[in-house]
């Protein structure tokens, strides 16, 4: 029996390249493709519609973009225009960014939660072709709507997944979102504890955990050499946990770690500091929370998401040969 599987694309191969690896998935499949947007590097939204436009039947993730740096009328109409090039294999993942980026380009990210009720709550009444007039403490809007005149007028099935880290941002995802893009770099185990706190926010909405969709990104290093996937992963890790301490902090990495590493690595970080840093990254940590060395190897460790709740995993190939990971999870 087949089992849902995703891939996750960042910023680490040309452009191009991406469209065939996803093209590739499809063949080989892949449940979706989900399209990074995190630090200042490349968009999302433009990978997802080249995807849409060379492919007939795997689903198409933002993974996930910000909700504060694009209005709320401009981010409903994008996703339109998404569904458009691919109807109903669109899906809308949206975080709530992170410090210090948000801060350093002038973005102060105050009541979190809130505005992202606000932005998930109106984008789903616009993608409803409804008309809209809301004035909260972040969205304000009067008598908007996706006021289409050349193309289909029904409502939109764009589903609005949430990628939620902290404890209260979980909870809020179960009663308002169709889904949970659950985060990498954290064990397996780590997925009990969200669970529980998807199911309590699925209740205030009269639903149950089953209805709350959970992909699951896992950084995901496959070789046939075990060491040089180990390699391959302890540089990922070297950067994101400085960067990105949310993440270390949901990974259970000692805080002394990621001081260390930061004290290395600028802003941003070169590849020459990274290779510097890295070896302060335990090789236990890899394997915790990662899904690296050989097919084999990441085939056990993925289950073991699944086991704990993934419905989806989500494969971040960190370096190495992408179309190797395609075919070590491939669906018959």
């Not at 089953?210 to 391959?232: E, K």
């Not at 709740?309 to 370096?319: A, M, R, S």
Request: proline share 4%; glycine share 8%.
């Amino acid at each position: 029996m087949s089992e849902k599987v995703a891939l996750y694309l960042q910023d680490a191969h040309d452009l191009r390249d991406g469209l065939g690896y996803v093209q590739y998935a499809e063949e080989h499949g892949f449940e979706a493709v989900w399209q990074a947007e995190s630090r200042l590097v490349r968009d999302a939204i433009v990978p997802m519609a080249a995807y849409a436009a060379v492919t007939k039947k795997i689903k198409i993730g933002s993974g996930v973009i910000n909700n504060w740096t694009r209005n709320i009328g401009l981010l409903a109409a994008t996703f339109l225009t998404l569904d458009d090039l691919a109807q109903d294999r669109i899906i809308c993942g949206i975080g709530a960014w992170w410090d210090p980026l948000a801060k350093n380009v002038g973005i102060n990210r105050t009541k979190p939660l809130l505005a992202m009720r606000e932005t998930v709550t109106t984008m789903r009444k616009l993608l409803n072709m409804e008309r809209v007039t809301f004035h909260g403490e972040f969205v304000h809007v009067d008598g908007i709507e996706l006021d289409v005149v050349h193309g289909r007028r029904e409502p939109r099935n764009v589903p609005i997944y949430i990628g939620a880290t902290g404890d209260q941002m979980m909870e809020m995802t179960g009663e308002i979102a169709d889904g949970a893009v659950l985060n990498y770099c954290v064990e397996p185990k780590y997925n009990i504890k969200a669970l529980e706190l998807l199911e309590k926010g699925a209740k205030k909405s009269g639903r149950t955990l089953d209805d709350i969709d959970r992909p699951q990104l896992v950084v995901c290093s496959v070789d046939y050499d075990h060491d040089r996937a180990i390699d391959t992963t302890r540089e990922l890790l070297t950067q994101y946990l400085a960067q990105q301490p949310h993440i270390a902090k949901a990974s259970g990495v000692s805080m002394d770690i990621v001081a260390e590493i930061q004290s290395i690595l600028g802003w941003p970080a070169t590849h020459e500091q990274i290779q510097k840093a890295k070896y302060l990254v335990p090789e236990e940590l890899i394997h915790r929370i990662t899904a690296s060395g050989t097919p084999d190897e990441a085939r056990k460790k993925v289950d073991e998401y699944r086991k704990n709740g993934c419905t989806c995993p989500i494969l971040y190939p960190v370096g190495g040969d992408v179309k190797l990971l395609i075919d070590t999870f491939a669906q018959k």
